[in-house]
């Protein structure tokens, strides 16, 4: 290859690296743009990442009061048959068992009630620190693939403009490692 040649690939690569590094940098504006939205919403979603203490409180007011109603209406039936019966047998058994029922189910309730709630500020904190790492952790084998540029054809610039190394020989030493690792890749 004529010196010519070899300075027009150089000036080529050249050229391309600048539009990647241009492109790169708008990709960084749009990045910190985007970051300067979401992040503190992010630290607001770890610093609380559960139910407000209103939430809370409607969500248990309302299961509770949902079994509550269940309860009353069990009681009102036992009442009305002892009303129409006129007889109390086993009206005061069925009264203390479901006295007895209703706390139990009272107490799984508050039980299932708090599980939900760790649950889903375990949810939300996760979601935030998912969120965090896409902000600030950055995939350069996705960011290379999203501009069609292998990683290892990256360095063939570099070894191209070094002294004593031509092109070819920097394409070839390029060519032979990517094709060295993909046995690898299979495996």
Same mark, same amino acid.
């Given at each position: 290859?004529?010196?010519?040649?070899?300075?027009?690939?150089?000036?080529?690569?050249?050229?391309? *690296?600048?539009?990647?590094?241009? %492109?790169?940098?708008?990709?960084?504006?749009?990045?910190?743009?985007?970051?300067?939205?979401?992040?503190?919403?992010?630290?607001?979603?770890?610093? =609380?990442?559960? %139910?407000?203490?209103?939430?809370?409180?409607?969500?248990?007011?309302?299961?509770?009061?949902?079994?509550?109603?269940? /309860?009353?209406?069990?009681?009102?039936?036992?009442?009305? *048959?002892?009303?129409?019966?006129? @007889?109390?047998?086993?009206?005061?058994?069925?009264?203390?068992?479901?006295?007895?029922? *209703?706390?139990?189910?009272?107490?799984?309730?508050?039980?299932? =009630?708090?599980?939900?709630?760790?649950?889903?500020?375990?949810?939300?904190?996760?979601?935030?620190?998912?969120?965090?790492?896409?902000? /600030?952790?950055?995939?350069?084998?996705?960011?290379? *693939?999203?501009?069609?540029?292998?990683?290892?054809?990256? @360095?063939?610039?570099? @070894?191209?403009?070094?002294?004593?190394?031509?092109?070819?020989?920097?394409?070839?030493?390029?060519?032979? =490692?990517?094709?060295?690792?993909?046995?690898?890749?299979?495996?």
């Amino acid at each position: 290859m004529g010196r010519g040649a070899q300075a027009a690939t150089q000036q080529a690569s050249d050229q391309e *690296r600048a539009r990647i590094n241009a %492109l790169n940098q708008q990709f960084l504006g749009e990045r910190s743009q985007i970051g300067n939205l979401l992040l503190p919403q992010y630290q607001d979603i770890l610093q =609380n990442p559960g %139910l407000s203490a209103a939430a809370k409180a409607a969500v248990t007011g309302q299961s509770q009061g949902a079994l509550a109603s269940a /309860f009353d209406a069990l009681q009102q039936a036992a009442q009305n *048959r002892l009303a129409r019966t006129r @007889n109390s047998a086993g009206f005061g058994e069925l009264a203390d068992e479901l006295a007895r029922q *209703r706390g139990r189910d009272e107490a799984n309730l508050a039980q299932q =009630n708090e599980l939900t709630f760790s649950n889903e500020a375990y949810r939300r904190r996760m979601n935030a620190l998912q969120g965090l790492s896409g902000l /600030f952790g950055v995939d350069t084998s996705l960011l290379g *693939r999203s501009l069609g540029i292998p990683a290892d054809l990256l @360095n063939v610039r570099a @070894n191209a403009s070094r002294s004593g190394a031509g092109f070819f020989s920097a394409l070839g030493s390029s060519l032979g =490692n990517t094709l060295g690792a993909v046995p690898g890749m299979f495996f």
